[in-house]
C-alpha cells in the first residue's frame, strides 16, 4: 500500500503578481531612497567624490549636537507623559461601557490619532497662542494660568507632542489589557492576594514587554515629527528635523549632502534606541514567564 505524499501548494498567478507588486513597492519606496540617502551622505559638497566630512561635521558641531539632545529631551519627555496617560485611558476603556460602546470610541481615537502636522499645530494656535481662546478668557477673568506659558516654545512642543502621543498609546495598549484574563484575578483572590499585589506580581510582568514596544513606537514618532514642530517654532528652536529640512531645502544655501549625513545618524540612532528597547522588552518577558 503507498503511502500518502503531501504536496507543497502550488504557486497561483494572483500570489506571485501579488508579491511581485510588494517587492517592487518596498525598492521604489524603501530600497532606493535609503541608499540614495547614504550616498549622498558619503559624497563631497558639491556632488564630487567620496567624503567623510558631513559625519565630521554631524559629531564635532555644536548646532547638531544641541538639535540632537534638545530632540532626544522632548521625545522622552513627550513618550513618557503620553504612554503614562495612554495607559490609564486604555485600562479606563476597557472598563466603560460594553464592547461595542469601547468599539465606537476606538474609532473616535482611532480619527483623533491621525490628526497631527499642520491642522493640530493651527488647533493649538487658536486655542494657546498669543491671541489663542484660552488666553483671552483667563484674560479676561484675570487668571495667570497662562502667564508664563508660550505655545511657540518647548513648553509648546511638549504639551503638543504628548497630545498626538496619547491616542496612539491608547490604539497600542488597549488589547493589552484583554491579555489578562478575569480568572488570573479570580485565582489572586482566592489565594489572597490583593489588587496591588496582583498588578505588582502578575498583570505588571505581563503587560511590560508590550508598554516597552509601545515607548518605541512613542519616541520614534516623536523624534521624526516635522510638521507640527515647524509650524509652532520653526527655526527658534533647535530639532534634527527641523535642521534636516533647513540644510535639504534651506532658502538661503542648500547643503543635502549634510542634510543626509544628519538623516543617517538620526535613523541609525533609531535603530540603536528600538534594539535596546526591544532587548529590555525580550529580557521583560523572560522574567515575567519566569515568575
Not at 503620553?82 to 461601557?97: D, N
Not at 512642543?157 to 478575569?182: D, K, N, S
Request: net charge positive; charged share 10%.
Amino acid at each position: 500500500m503507498k503511502k500518502a505524499t503531501t504536496r507543497p501548494p502550488a504557486l497561483n498567478l494572483f500570489f506571485l503578481v501579488s508579491l511581485t507588486v510588494f517587492l517592487l513597492l518596498l525598492i521604489a519606496f524603501m530600497a532606493v531612497p535609503s541608499v540614495s540617502l547614504i550616498v549622498s551622505s558619503l559624497t563631497a559638497e558639491g556632488g564630487e567624490g567620496f567624503s567623510l566630512e558631513h559625519y565630521a561635521k554631524v559629531f564635532t558641531s555644536a548646532l547638531y549636537q544641541v538639535s540632537f539632545q534638545n530632540s532626544l529631551l522632548l521625545s522622552l519627555r513627550a513618550s513618557v507623559a503620553g504612554i503614562i496617560i495612554a495607559l490609564a485611558a486604555s485600562y479606563a476603556l476597557t472598563r466603560w461601557g460594553g464592547e461595542s460602546f469601547q468599539r465606537k470610541l476606538l474609532v473616535l481615537v482611532n480619527m483623533t490619532s491621525n490628526f497631527a502636522g499642520v491642522p493640530l499645530a493651527f488647533a493649538f494656535i487658536v486655542m494657546l497662542g498669543n491671541a489663542g481662546v484660552f488666553v483671552i478668557l483667563c484674560d479676561k477673568l484675570g487668571l495667570s494660568l497662562l502667564d508664563d506659558f508660550s505655545i511657540y516654545s518647548s513648553q509648546g512642543l511638549f504639551l503638543v507632542y504628548t497630545y498626538f502621543q496619547v491616542p496612539l498609546g491608547v490604539m497600542l495598549l488597549y488589547p493589552i489589557y484583554r491579555g489578562i484574563r478575569e480568572d488570573w484575578k479570580e485565582a489572586a483572590r482566592i489565594l489572597g492576594a490583593s489588587v496591588p499585589q496582583f498588578w505588582l506580581r502578575v498583570g505588571v510582568p505581563a503587560i511590560l514587554p508590550s508598554v516597552l514596544s509601545t515607548f518605541t513606537i512613542l519616541f520614534a514618532n516623536a523624534m521624526g515629527a516635522y510638521a507640527t514642530a515647524y509650524q509652532l517654532v520653526s527655526s527658534s528652536y533647535n530639532l534634527v528635523p527641523l535642521r534636516i529640512s533647513a540644510l535639504i531645502t534651506g532658502d538661503i544655501r542648500t547643503k543635502p549632502e549634510l542634510g543626509s549625513a544628519l538623516a543617517v545618524v538620526l535613523a541609525l540612532a533609531l535603530i540603536l534606541i528600538m534594539m535596546i528597547n526591544e532587548w529590555a522588552a525580550r529580557l521583560a518577558s523572560r522574567k515575567g514567564l519566569k515568575s
